[in-house]
């Protein structure tokens, strides 16, 4: 049914997976000797909804909650651009998990030899910082200065309102739903709940929701429904969205471990620039030619 042809490498940060694709050129600036850097990957034109639904389709295709490019930046400053793909195809801005996974596979395929790096997505630019595993040239984690939190008007529907919820954008919108125990996190009805959530008027371009508890000041624990994927293992941006809600209803401080089904993230808050500042693993998977 496909014609398509195309290399990919799959990745994964706590379970929330990936599928990337290289859309760099081969001549990158910084490309590192010994790499075979050759660009292997669809342009924009040819990556259509229907196929990242093809891709991500845990039985027919690949199996991911979304796709990748990774594409040459077009920000004179920025080293790469991420373009993000959810696994029912529609764009998406921003993506925590996602954004680390870019900056491990391009240190890790050769692409850059910078540790550093300042990454263009449609939410505007990151920082990352590449951290290597002990005494390897391999890239084990990534910390990510996730910006500024910005809190938008809750007006849900009065059913939530128990739930205390905050509505935050990280770069892409969150509705944080709070409630009193772990047991109630767990029990949480989040696929009914997050569908309902998702077709409130207030989000017309639909919302992640997160479902947390607050162990203490330092831990939360969080499930997620993601907009384009329903429920993940985590989400970065949630973890982040989590903890911009916490601290503003005064439930946590500045160093936060959020655990969510497929493991924890660190979430620092820098109050000289009130930016986030998200770390975590990044793994790489497989890799194979598609078609
Ligand atoms: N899992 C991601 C967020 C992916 C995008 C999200 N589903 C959206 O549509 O906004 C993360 O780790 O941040």
Redesign the pocket.
Known sequence: MWSVHMKFVKMH?LG?DFIILDDTDHRQKNGREGFETEKHCCEESELSPELVRHFCDRHRGIGA??VIRVCNAEHPQADFRMK?Y?ADG???????????CLGKYVYDHGKTEKVNLLIETDAGLYRLQLIKKEDTDRICSVRVDMGTPEFVPEHISARFLLFRPVCVS?????CVLFVESREAMLQFPLKQEGTVIGNEEIFPE???VEVVWVQDAGHLWMR?W????GE?F???????AAVAAAMRQKKCGASVLVRMTGGELLVQYDRRHGHLYLTGPAEEICHGKFG
């Open positions: 940060g929330n909650d979304g993000l959810n529609s764009p998406a801005k921003m993506c925590g998990n996602g954004i680390r990280m770069g892409n919108p969150h639909g919302v992640n997620v993601e907009r384009g994927c993940t985590a989400c970065g941006t949630g973890a982040c």
